[in-house]
């Protein structure tokens, strides 16, 4: 059985921009290596100016690397081939305002090739999935900022790509939105495709990306799954209820007789962005729990606070 | 300010555009000469020197980019409006300038000598007094002067029509109103009536000028000469009229009936 | 894995040139396409005013024209550089190029797009032209019968084709405005430096005419040289012809077509040269 081959595959990747004045040059990214397998939920992530949209702009073949290479799907990223299985939602999109919301995209579902026999059953498709249909015959010019990247989205994702490129998908939107997008990257990988994202708002890599690799100045710093890179493993957690004094240090004494220690004891506590969606109303949900008024809280997660003893 | 370099790349490609678009215009010369000698030579040599005094730069830049044609228009119709005024100097100027910016209408040179020869002469007349007051000899004196400006004027036309009809019939026109002189007008008449363009008109005046000199034989030996010419359901033609002429000189000359012209 | 390969495709092309056209439209340039109709026809009465007879014909004519070729000029050059540069500035550009699709698709894409537009407006002036000359000339035939002895004198047919080739040249400017587009950073640069073409275009052929009476030699190869890298654009002034009712030669309209679609493809194929590294 062969080993399929990587999604995107970047090998000493360099990328300098000129600075005509005295010919100095400004590196951008630097020497970066780095594979999206298949299927993965990849996330890359850094500082401002740290490289991340212009790796992104040589994957996608809009700059031509200085030196390294670029492989999508076996193809070298410049060839306009590599493109044909790739969906990118650019940050801050900004789309043809005289269009609608179908319009556009059945515009970018025939450039990217859609049959015509199956062009607008798809279109009604990828609408209706981003939860636009009720907006996609009006102009995109009279959109808020999460309806455009909901658009965005689906003209991504009309023409059935194996690999998504999200570049700040969740930038600038309101926590439902967030939510929303992060709930459609997860169903995109269950469906098995590989999706690259990149994103200032850490809470939400956390929930849906695999691997993470974090830049700085050009430079790979970091990369590796998500649970090595972060999972404490010397460590478990348990959520029991509410316990007495007496039983805290009966546990305590129980845990020593087995070479055992009680690091830490914390109230657990849900995320804001868990409880905010709880309570407000969102579109399209009906008697889930949470909702406006409601007492119901969701389910607490573990906390990562200064650990109680440290001894 | 600091000097920026471009790139050895841009230097590249601005090297390779500008050998390709003379490697380009090499190759569609052959394409494109023939074509440019037609347009060439439709077009008249423009006299700069003469005129660019009187025109700004701005138009005298229009006028060598190829807007010739509207530039004289918008000097004719300012033309209209120095005329208007009664203005000579000006009016006689803006009409030189008119047709040395572009010569080919005839409109323009049968017009501005219509104004040099017809109306200058009266704003002299009005000038120097008057019609009760300005003797006999000094009107003469006038119409002479302009007549000859206005026949300069039209000669110089035959340089860009060399065999017009109208121009012929507009000198014509001059010695028969404004000089009286009914020999030099038939002769201009005749003239322009053996081109094949000329209007029907210009035949029958000449023929009409001879009978006015008394020369009824030789307008009779014309005219049975002009009317086989003539296309019988053409309504400016004027057959039938030519015919009745043709009678009336019999009558005048008393041609015996069996000579008498039959039309076929 | 090898990936489909993605052949050049006349299917996208046209997508883009009709997209771009779209913008055009929605951009209420028609709204100024009708306007410039109408300021045609009010200054089609003024000439009545003069009592030119038959030559009246002419005036509208030149006039028209006239108008044609300026306010078309200024449109060529900056629709082009807005229709382009809409694109690079909003980004549109960065989701499109992100597609399967080749540079050369997307260029040829937006001139045609323009050249669309363009030929709307030529369509639209020369037809309503054409309407206002064959009315009014019927009126001055009932009017001055004696100068109208031959039938019309205006050849609809020949003044047809002069709009053709105002539009070909159109397409010309339009395609090297393009060419500067693909390297100029500003949509301001372009329209500038298109305007300077137009002019070096329209006064090419005093360079040619002229390059054999420069005395030095540098100078001289600079001046010929001119002569040959810009296209001759007064080689589609042939409306002149018209209004002194001249005829157009079928071999030299021919020639000219055939001049134009060449130099329409070659800076064309210089702008998808410049553009295809251009960093987006």
């Known amino acids: 059985m062969t080993t399929p081959v990587p999604a995107i595959s970047i090998k000493g990747l360099t990328k300098d921009f000129a600075i005509t004045l005295r010919g100095v040059k400004l590196r951008a990214v630097d020497d970066l290596t780095l594979t999206v397998e298949q299927g993965q939920v990849y996330g890359l992530l850094g500082p401002n100016g740290s490289g991340k949209s212009t790796t992104i702009k040589v994957i996608l073949g809009l700059l031509e690397a200085t030196a390294g290479e670029v492989r999508v ?72 900022k999460g309806m455009l990247q909901r658009i965005g989205l689906a003209q991504a994702l009309v023409h059935d790509p194996k690999l998504i490129i999200l570049d700040e998908p969740t930038a600038g939107v309101d926590p439902v939105g967030s939510a929303e997008m992060c709930e459609l990257i997860l169903k995109l990988k269950h469906q098995g495709k590989t999706v690259l994202i990149t994103s200032h708002l850490l809470a ?69 962005d868990q409880l905010f969606l709880s309570k407000i109303s969102r579109p399209g949900q009906n008697g889930s729990q949470g909702g406006v008024g409601s007492n119901v809280v969701p389910e607490a997660t573990p906390a990562t606070k200064t650990p109680f003893n440290q001894a | 300010m600091l000097l920026t370099l471009p790139s050895p790349r841009a230097l590249r490609t601005g090297v390779t555009l500008i050998l390709s678009l003379l490697v380009a215009g090499l190759s569609l010369r052959p394409l ?61 100027t803006s009409i030189k300038l008119v047709t040395a910016i572009d010569p080919r209408p005839t409109y323009f040179w ?46 110089e036309a035959f340089g860009f029509h060399p065999a017009d009809p109208l121009i012929r019939l507009e000198i014509a026109n001059i010695y028969l109103n404004r000089l009286k002189d009914t020999e030099s007008a038939a002769q201009n008449y005749k003239i322009a009536a053996q081109h094949p363009d000329a209007p029907y008109y210009a035949a029958r005046i000449y023929a009409e000028l001879l009978r006015k000199m ?32 043709i009678s009336e000189l019999e009558d005048e000359l008393a041609i015996p009936v069996e000579q008498r012209f039959r039309p076929e | 894995m090898t990936a489909d390969s993605v052949p050049f495709s006349f299917s996208r092309l046209s997508l883009i040139a009709s997209n771009t056209f779209l913008e055009a439209v929605r951009q209420k340039l028609f709204n100024f396409l009708l306007l410039l109709a109408i300021g045609l026809v009010a200054s089609a009465q003024f000439f009545r005013e003069f009592n030119f007879g038959s ?67 030529c369509a639209l002036t020369i037809g309503l032209m054409m309407a206002l000359l064959w009315h009014r000339e019927g009126q001055l035939m009932q009017i001055n019968p004696e100068s109208f002895e031959a039938g019309r004198i205006l050849q609809y047919g020949d003044l047809f084709m002069v709009g053709v080739l105002q539009w070909l040249k159109f397409g010309v400017l339009s395609a090297i405005v393009l060419l500067i587009a693909s390297f100029s950073n500003t949509n301001l640069y372009t329209v ?32 010929r040289g001119l002569g040959y890298i810009f296209p001759n654009f007064q080689l589609f002034n042939l409306g002149d012809e018209i209004g002194v009712g001249a005829g ?24 998808v040269y410049s553009f295809r590294k251009r960093e987006i």
């Open chain 3, 55 to 121: 030559s009246e014909l002419k005036f509208i004519a030149d006039f028209g024209f006239g108008a044609l070729v300026f306010f078309g000029s200024a449109l060529t050059i900056t629709t082009t550089a807005q229709l382009f540069f809409s694109e690079i500035e909003n980004r549109t550009a960065l989701t499109l190029l992100a597609k399967p699709i080749w540079r050369s698709e997307f260029v040829f894409g937006k001139f045609l797009g323009v050249f669309a537009v363009i030929g709307v407006f």
């Open chain 2, 110 to 155: 049968l017009n501005g000598s219509r104004m040099i020869a017809y109306d200058m002469p009266n704003w002299r007349i009005d000038k120097a007094g008057g019609y009760d007051r300005v003797p006999e000899s000094v009107k003469r004196r006038f119409d002479l002067e302009q007549s000859k400006v206005a026949m300069n004027y039209l000669n």
């Open chain 3, 192 to 223: 500038v430096t298109g305007f300077f073409a137009l002019v070096i275009c329209h006064l090419q052929y005093l360079a040619r005419d002229s390059w054999g009476n420069v005395d030095s030699i540098i100078l001289r190869t600079l001046v």
């Open chain 1, 73 to 144: 799907f076996g193809v070298p990223s410049h060839r306009v081939e590599s493109r044909r299985n790739v969906g990118y939602l650019p940050e801050a999109p900004y789309f043809y305002r005289y269009l609608s919301g179908f319009e556009l995209v059945r515009f970018y579902a025939r450039v990217c090739g859609v049959p015509r026999a199956h062009l607008e059953a798809r279109v009604k498709e990828v609408v209706d999935w981003v939860g636009l249909s009720k907006a996609a015959d009006r102009r995109v010019g009279t959109y808020s």
């Open chain 2, 32 to 92: 494109e000469a023939p074509a440019w000698e037609q347009v060439r030579a439709k077009q008249p040599a423009l006299r700069l020197e003469s005129i660019k005094d009187a025109l700004g730069q701005g138009v005298t830049v229009g006028l060598i980019g190829g807007f010739r044609a509207i530039v004289a228009d918008f000097f004719w119709i300012r033309t209209n409006f120095v005329w208007e005024q009664n203005d000579l100097p000006a009016t006689q």
């Open chain 3, 248 to 271: 157009i030669d079928p071999a030299v309209f021919g020639r000219i077509t055939l001049y134009a679609v060449i130099y329409i493809f070659v800076f064309g194929g210089l702008a």
């Open chain 2, 214 to 245: 008394n020369r009824n034989t030789e307008a009779y030996a014309y005219l049975k000469t002009l009317y086989p010419t003539l296309p019988k359901d053409n309504l400016q033609a004027m057959s039938q009229v030519v015919l009745g002429r």
């Open chain 1, 204 to 272: 939400q890599i956390e929930d849906v990306c695999d691997q993470v690799a974090i830049l700085d100045h050009g430079k790979l710093i970091v990369n590796g799954g998500l649970l090595e890179l972060v999972g404490q493993r010397d460590r478990q957690a348990l959520i029991v209820d509410p316990l007495s004094a007496e039983d805290i240090e009966a546990l305590k004494g129980w845990l020593s007789t087995r070479g055992h220690a009680l690091n830490a004891i914390e109230q657990p506590r849900s995320r804001l």
